[in-house]
């Protein structure tokens, strides 16, 4: 009877500890606590895809202009020195290993300009960045060893089919910051809704292994996920700088594979699609780079005067004549789409050429060649583009002609259509003859 006198008294003392504890929440630290919504991602679906085309990409057969062969850069006098191609696979063939170690986006417009070069240190960083997805993934198109690996031990491959069929490669996330502000506040400020617009996405590239790499004609060995790839060559360093880049002018300048940078032009956010609504509907947000379509060879001298040859990016913005350097050929673009809400088009009048696409823009939007449309497709008869905010747009049928790289270089026509606020998850079709 004594114990449990006792027991009951030792309960009751300990229940009255617990109720008299302070907590950090308590003292007003709760903003630097994690809470239930930046632990569990009920609404974001973060979608990365390596295809200039959003929708139905080209077949790997399909690539230059059907042959489903890789590019190669101009070679001779004063271009890339002459190449020997061994055994060169088609590209589909081509093993292609990707490490990204996370996707950031950022509302801080004024300080993220000039390509992040005002960003300094740390500090700056973690107040520019949302860190919204800081797990590494590894994709990779074929396994590179016998055991067990980071690729397939997280479903890589699988994930690099959707990285380049033009579904998407799922990369885990938590949700983003939305503020909240009043109504009042939000009209006062020009900005008559509710969350946050962002104005940069970002993928940081640890490395991208391509699996074609000779040095004197003999196989490159190469390293990826710590394992040694024959064969192989890693391309983040080749594309991190433009062809020409001084050792001087690199100390100045935020690699681009380091990341693949989106920034958002003015014209691009009038109808913005990297606004992010408070509430709890769910939204994806899309973030893509243009390689599979772009996929091209290139050479340099080594220092050892031996020639090496690997699979880059093709000279689309920036030649490249043999240097070391040959970066600035890949572009980034990112947009939320909200499946609730969104709609379909169907576009009739496409050739079925594999040389022309159809782009979608925003209507303000004048820059068609050296950005990324917000949406496109390869510009087959009846080709369907989905997920569609409401809007106003253009649909521009673009051509692979001037310079044949894979990359649409010239504006054929355009047509403008609207996608109206009501009613929702609608088709609607839109007439334009390309070519």
């Known amino acids: 009877m004594k114990s449990k006198f006792l027991h009951t008294c030792f309960m009751i003392v300990l229940l009255s500890i617990l109720m008299d504890c302070k907590t ?39 690539l230059n202009n059907g042959t489903g062969d890789l590019y190669v850069d101009s070679q001779g006098e004063g271009l890339d ?19 990204i170690g996370e996707v950031r986006i950022s509302s801080k417009y004024l300080k993220g300009l000039n390509e992040l070069t005002q960003i300094r240190d740390t500090v700056d960083s973690n107040k520019f960045w949302d860190y919204i997805a800081p797990n590494r993934q590894v994709f990779c198109t074929v396994t590179y060893s016998f055991d067990n690996n980071t690729c397939t ?10 990285f380049f069929n033009g579904i998407g490669a799922q990369f885990p996330s938590n949700d983003p910051s939305s503020e909240t502000l009043s109504w009042e506040q939000a009209y006062s400020s020009g900005q008559p809704w509710l969350g946050r617009e962002y104005y940069y996405a970002a ?28 064969n192989g060559l890693n391309i983040v360093p080749r594309n991190n700088y ?28 009038v109808q913005s699609d ?23 060879l290139h050479s340099y001298t080594s220092s050892r005067a031996t020639t090496v040859t690997y699979v880059g990016v093709s000279d689309i913005f920036a030649d490249h ?51 990324l449309p917000l949406a496109a497709t390869p510009a087959k008869q009846n080709a369907k583009i989905k997920y569609l905010n409401p809007g106003t747009y253009k649909v521009v049928c673009l051509g692979d002609l001037s310079k044949r790289d894979g990359y649409p270089d010239t504006v054929v026509r355009e047509t403008a259509f609207t996608i109206p606020d009501y009613p929702f998850r609608q088709t609607y079709e839109v007439a334009l003859s390309c070519p």
């Open 24 to 62: 950090k929440i308590d003292l007003g630290d709760e903003t630097k606590l994690p809470v239930i919504s930046t632990l569990f991602n009920n609404r974001m679906l973060l979608l990365l895809k390596g295809t200039y085309a959003t929708d139905n990409p080209l077949d790997w057969s399909e």
């Open 81 to 99: 020195p002459t190449m020997t191609l061994t055994s060169l696979p088609k590209a589909g063939s081509l093993p292609i290993f990707l490490d």
């Open 242 to 269: 433009v062809a020409g880049t001084t050792t001087a002018e690199k100390s100045n300048i935020v690699p681009k594979l380091f990341p693949a940078l989106y920034t958002q032009l003015p014209t691009q956010s």
């Open 274 to 296: 990297m606004r992010i609504r408070d509430g709890f509907d769910p939204y994806i947000l899309e973030v893509r780079i243009n390689l599979k379509e772009n996929l091209m």
């Open 153 to 162: 031990e997280s479903n890589g491959i699988l994930k690099a089919n959707d």
């Open 321 to 371: 004549k043999g240097e070391g350097d040959a970066g600035g050929n890949i572009l980034t673009r990112a947009r939320v789409i909200y499946p609730e809400v969104a709609s379909s088009i169907i576009i009739t009048g496409g050739g079925n050429s594999l040389l022309h696409y159809y782009g979608i823009f925003r209507f303000q939007e004048t820059e068609y060649i050296n950005v």
């Open 203 to 230: 993928i940081y590239f640890r490395s991208l292994v391509t699996g074609y790499a000779l040095d004197a004609e003999i196989p490159v060995r190469g390293r990826f996920d710590n394992r040694t790839i024959v």
